[in-house]
């Protein structure tokens, strides 16, 4: 297990602080009545997995000390240079759009929450953990009309448990091009790319312009050659088909690059192609790295309240019941069959595998519209009642507490985190014993004969893993074989650190005393 030190808090500014005085008087008694957190070391822990999931040759500050080197050969039978990125998480495929997707989120809650993330001290951490994403997609896009889309084939590494030091599984990699195009796959890194810009903007504008090339050049990529990628990446359909299509990555990049650029072609493609690429037209009550609409919703309705988008507030306006139609659907607003399901303590439940994907990003979600409608001073008139932004921040919040431990089962689904957690989660590299410890070759099969069915623990704890997560009853088996409930992904935890952020400012605030 890594030792997280803890980090003396930077000073903050008075501005900062007055401007989340409301909020603090607001919503002191949420935190003074109900069980209260670590948020700041669940949000270190957080950054700490994506240290775990790196793929390539790991840097000298690497923290996860069980990992060593691996996937150093990525590419080469291609002749091309693919090494780093993330394994998307037990396995040791390197899927490209669910990386974006992760990589997006990511920047998405710096943007939102960057100076909640340095007052806990981990700005840095967070900046790593992006840049060994985007890092990755620079090398990936290789060409204008080229994008790598996946390293390894998931059907021969899911019949191998082995940690990925000793990989003897294929490394074939798969792209997408103009013959064989994949605007879902293109659009997702595009706006990966373009958000992480943002990021980097200022301290880092070199890399933040070059983001924003391949970010741009990404986009007309998957605009000009349209086509879903798993059509043209066959390998890919049985992992992350993209159910959704690629009209929502479209749109959803062109709305990350109008927010990187303020280019105002940016804006008019999400106007225009708002209903013929159903961004007007789906009411949805899921955000995943497959489904993007309500994300881009969210964002359109923010420009909004914005006086230089007034000449095309007709159309945002139709984005924006479209986001509050997904609000309301988390907060059981909505009539009937349209409300997200919930389990009987309370969390969301979209469906039985990795439900808790779907529980991080719509708290994720929440969070944010409920900061814009403070901001805006505006409700929402759900069907079933008025709502504002202390129920969506409140219901947010619970979803995150259930998540840390306040659940029937009183277990935290972050790995890591409070004294009770999931010991065995579903990962080659966390159930095997380090190579570091025992350099010994694990063979495809060996791994299988003596980690996998073991009863023991993982010797690797896997720090901020966010899990799959209970069933519709609030139901969770701790089996490593278990791998609906036990297995974790990086965009599971992306959304949080965000939140936790938030949550770790709002419930442990700078002294007025200070100043």
Known sequence: MVEIMQKKKPSFSLYRFFKHCSVLLLLSTIFSSVRAFDYADALSKSLLYFEAQRSGRLPYNQRVTWRDNSGLTDGLEQGVDLVGGYYDAGDHVKFGLPMAFTVTMLSWGVIEYGEEISYVGEMEHAFEAIKWGTDYFIKAHTSPNVLWAEVGDGDTDHYCWQRP????????????????????????????????????????????????????????????????????????????????????????????????????????????????FGGIGWAITEFSWDVKFAGLQIIASKLLHEEKHKEHSHILEQYRSKAEHYICSCLNKNNGSSNVERTPAGLLYVRQWNNMQYVSTSAFLLTVYSDFLQKSNQKISCSEGIVDHIDLFNFAKSQVDYILGLNPRNMSYLVGFGPNYPKRVHHRGASIVSYRENKGFIGCTQGYDYWYNRDEPNPNILIGALVGGPDNQDNFEDDRANYVQTEACTYNTAPLVGIFAKLNFLSNPPLIASF
């Open 165 to 276: 030091e000793d990989m003897t599984t294929s490394r074939q990699a798969f792209k997408i091009d103009e013959n064989n195009p994949g605007s879902d796959l293109a659009g997702e890194t595009a706006a990966a790319m373009a958000a992480a810009s943002i990021v980097f903007r200022k301290n880092n504008p070199h890399y933040s312009h070059l983001l924003l090339h391949h970010a741009q050049e990404l986009f007309e990529f998957g605009e000009k050659y349209r086509g879903k990628y798993d059509n043209s990446v066959g390998e890919v359909k049985s992992y992350y088909a993209s159910v959704s299509g690629y009209e929502d990555e479209l749109l959803w990049a062109a709305l990350w690059l109008y927010k990187a650029t303020d280019n105002e072609k940016y804006l008019k493609y999400v106007i225009n192609n708002a209903n013929s």
